[in-house]
């Protein structure tokens, strides 16, 4: 089979690796996600020549991970576990060296039926299954998703029967290790550690690897339920299985539950009162199958209305962010002011509906897209009066201002002392002696959308194992002096002696540790350096609202803050 690791630590496996993780990670919804790969990104060549020389010379670590808590419906959470870029470049190196080079993997991903984590098969395909299943005279489906399925698939018996096929130990060493989960923030978890993977059981949600492993568990469930009589679509967690009677996928889906129990696996009953429809279902294809976002039936399929409702929120929701956005800036007659004026929300708006469209492509209902069209067209119209009533009263320089095209003059005058700077702290530390505080900042915006980054705000920091804290406002800030500011005041507090900082905000972090240039909050900054020249400082970032006791109660101490803020704005 040859060396799979000297494959997988090729310069040119790592930097294709890293041309995925880019393209996922800059449109990524996740700022901190966003701000990593933006960080990797300014000097790829080095990080990528760095990743390889630790991977051929056995000193590659892993990073840690962070544990982050997503609610569910019913009060119950769920992790998300999030990881560096480093890690997962190499995951996917692992990944792509995987579906190239070894024939097992290529035979769990010939599997015509398995279309979700696989090259080359995707949604479409599975719409595409069940059509030529109805054509076939499968008038009868059940529908059902695996539980809890990342959480619980067998780590140690995926990597056991890669070990029977796979002879590079250095190789499944590597993999071993890029699927172990170890975070950062365990301890803070406390009990809800429970949620995430173990050693033993699950994989990370997200991780390049995690649908492989779920695909090479399943490869057996999909060759037993795909006959001449039944076809089972299957898209990671989902599936669906078709046949000819209610009484034969009845008795498939029974084999389907067995067979999961075997894996120690699960997954909800359509058959149960109790059952939600929307995550189990059964019946006659007339009646209409939603599966991977689609409504399907006999000769017509179209996006499920939860879809189309999807698309309709984010694009009112996006009006939304416009609308205040606009009125800040006219209010302050400061094109800078915020980003999404008229011009950029309409550009935004064509992107939503330009990826939604695509996703529903093969739909035939034209019918369907023509009234949601209509829909948009509302809002639109909508949005267009607002920008004309609040264009009535102004000049032409008022009016290019919220249309999207700022005016020169409106630049914020800088002076010399604001020149761009490079800030960096001792980064050292005695634990021993060393004292520990969380920092927050955060700002009062308005709840319709979000869309600035300036208002009324708040300060606060908590020290660890103590009841030291300290908090305060400004009456017009914005969220990152609110953050830096934070830090100031901990290092203030405790002018003298070791000191450990944790803050959420990676503009903070990176920049105090001379990643990143400092240009703007020179005066912040200039207190910053004044307060931690000549000491042992160390600032780290730690993921916000990740379940951390004490970033949580900073952060609640900041709104506090900034909430008094604002009703003291109001007043004045």
Not at 148 to 170: C, K, N, T
Not at 236 to 257: H, M, P
Request: glycine letters at 8%.
């Amino acid at each position: 089979m040859g060396k799979l690791f000297d494959i997988a630590s090729e310069q040119n496996n790592l930097f294709a690796a890293w041309r995925h993780i880019r393209s996922n990670g800059l449109s990524s919804k996740s700022f901190e996600t966003r701000s990593a790969v933006e960080a990797f990104d300014e000097d790829p060549v080095r990080n990528i020549r760095s990743i390889q020389s630790l991977l051929r010379n056995g000193k590659f670590e892993f990073d840690y991970q962070t544990g982050i808590l997503k609610s569910k419906a019913g009060g119950k959470k769920r992790g998300i576990v999030l990881a560096s870029v480093r890690n997962r470049i190499v995951e996917r190196a692992i990944l792509d060296t995987l579906q190239t080079r070894c024939q097992f993997v290529k035979d769990v991903n010939s599997c015509a039926t398995s279309v979700g984590g696989v090259p080359n098969r995707s949604v479409p395909h599975g719409i595409k299954l069940i059509l030529d299943a109805f054509e076939d005279g499968k008038s009868y489906f059940v529908r059902s998703d695996i539980s809890g399925f990342f959480d619980h698939i067998p780590r140690r018996a995926v990597i056991g029967y890669m070990r029977e096929q796979i002879s590079d130990q250095r190789f499944l060493s590597l993999i071993d290790q890029a699927t172990t989960v170890t975070l950062a923030n365990e301890t803070a978890l406390g009990e809800n550690r429970s949620v995430f993977p173990t050693n033993e059981e699950g994989v990370a949600q997200g991780s390049p690897l995690s649908a492989l492993f779920g695909n090479i568990l399943l490869s057996g469930f999909d060759q037993q339920l795909n006959s001449d009589e039944t076809v089972c679509v299957r898209f990671i967690d989902d599936f669906v299985i078709l046949g000819k009677s209610e009484d034969l996928v009845r008795s498939v889906f029974g084999q389907a539950v067995q067979t999961l129990k075997e894996l120690n696996l699960d997954c909800k009953n359509p058959f149960s009162e109790k059952c939600d429809p929307a995550k189990a279902d059964y019946g006659a294809v007339s009646e209409k199958i939603i599966f991977l976002g689609h409504q399907i039936e006999p000769g017509l399929w179209q996006p499920a209305r939860a879809a189309r409702q999807e698309l309709l929120q984010k694009i009112r929701a996006q009006f939304a962010a416009g609308r205040t956005a606009i009125k800040d800036v006219k209010a302050r007659s400061d094109s800078f002011a915020a980003k999404s004026r008229y011009i950029q929300t309409l550009e935004l708006v064509d992107r939503i509906i330009a990826g939604w469209a695509q996703s529903f492509a093969y739909c035939n209902s034209r019918s369907t897209f023509f009234d949601l069209d209509a829909k948009i067209d509302e809002e639109l119209l909508n949005f267009r009066r607002f920008f004309r009533e609040q264009c009535a009263p102004l000049d032409d320089r008022g009016k290019r201002r919220l249309w999207g095209v700022r005016l020169v003059a409106d630049v914020p005058i800088k002076t010399f002392d604001e020149l761009p700077r490079i800030v960096k702290v001792d980064g050292r530390y005695v634990s021993a002696k060393s004292i520990t505080v969380s920092t927050d900042g955060s700002i009062c915006r308005s709840k319709k959308s979000g869309a600035t980054s300036s208002g009324p705000g708040g300060w606060a920091f908590v020290t660890h194992g103590s009841d030291v804290t300290g908090s305060g406002y400004e009456i017009s800030t914005t969220n990152n002096r609110m953050e830096l500011l934070a830090v100031v005041k901990a290092l203030e507090h405790y002018a003298k002696g070791p000191l450990v900082i944790r803050t959420d905000s990676q503009y903070v972090e990176r920049t105090a540790n001379g990643k990143q240039i400092a240009k703007a909050n020179a005066d912040l900054w200039d207190r910053f350096e004044a307060a931690s020249t000549g000491r042992k400082v160390r600032i780290d970032w730690v993921k916000g609202h990740s379940g951390d006791p004490h970033n949580d109660q900073a952060d609640l101490m900041a709104k506090a803050q900034a909430s008094f803020a604002a009703t003291k704005s109001a007043k004045q």
